[in-house]
């Protein structure tokens, strides 16, 4: 059993998690208890940290957790080889980041009387960054340890081993040293092309299509996992793009990509080869720095919605049944944080899609923004009937 702690949309990391890994709950507003043996915490885009659950107390407060992590670690390391590092981070608590830090200390000192020594990472907020975590590899190997102390709302309390926080370094390679970047098209997180691939779920060895590739950041996340990749997109360039940067993903990550990148209109492209997933976003509009006026909000979102649309209608006749496809589509914030969306979305059955049902969140919960952006993602998760 692992909990995680969710990015910064839970949603979208507890679906993402869901769709995984099936058997997913959440536990607090911002953690999920994932029931698998396994957990591959590289391939997540929406969980900032995960753990191995080790321990659960059924109610508590910091002073509880504290007490039940010093006795069980001093005893569990009054033999470890070699120095440990060690960080803590909790959450849900009320407690203070000198209060985490003092528990730490306290299991320093426990460990030096029996010669253990012990690096205490300074907490400067109740939890690590997940920088920090991850510039120290909390982890990733066995002395240099993370324990996630997690509360939720009935004081439940539980105790993880961390896994891993996100790789950040990682991420900024694939997102900032690609060879071709481009500003207009928009700038897929590759955090988020994970989230969008996890979420299409793609079986094992398929061909994972793209058909508004862009750059290829979708397409680059299924290389790193493993898929074929198809990639077809109306601009020249953006298929120029694609290929150079998938180019330099296989070169500088050592893997052999099975890929195919054509120009097409997605509204009456043909795809030539077999396709086992589509995971994409979509055509989104214009960004907007602030709500536009409501007749260029209708211009854009009917502009939207026929491209979107006529792709759907394309594309259903080229997929077998049961292939599934997460395509991010725009919504439109208002100042009131409200939603504008795609007329398409309440009409996916009439397209000849179901939507894939999740018990942990509801698929109008699936948006991607930031406080400052207008134009979100929504993320349609549907299955070809
Ligand atoms: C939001 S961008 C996608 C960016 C992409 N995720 C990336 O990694 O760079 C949308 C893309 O859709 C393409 N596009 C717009 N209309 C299209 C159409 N009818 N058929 C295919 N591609 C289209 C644009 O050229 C643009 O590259």
Known sequence: MYISILGRQPALGIAELERLYGDVTWFSDESAIINTPRLDFERLGGSQKAGRIVAELPRGDWTAASRKLVSAYAQAWREREGKITLGISSYGF???????????????????EVGVSLR?????????????????????SDNKVELLVVRNKNGKIIIAESVGAQNITAYAKRDQERPKRDAFVGMLPPKLAQTILNLANPAAGARVLDPFCGTGVVLQEASLQGFKVYGTDLSDKMVDYTTKNLDWLAATHHLTIDSIVEQGDAMNHRWSDAIGAVACEGYLGQPFSAPPSPAKLAEVRKNCNYIMGEFLRNIASQLASGTPLCVAVPAWKAADGSFTHLPLVSQLESLGYTPVPLSTVRSSELLYYRDDQVVARELLVITKN
């Open 120 to 140: 205490l990472i300074p907490n400067s907020d109740t939890a690590l960054s997940t920088a920090t975590s991850h510039h120290n590899k909390l982890g990733l």
């Open 94 to 112: 009320n407690a203070n980041p000198r209060e985490v830090q003092k528990t730490g200390i306290i299991l320093k000192g426990r460990l030096k």
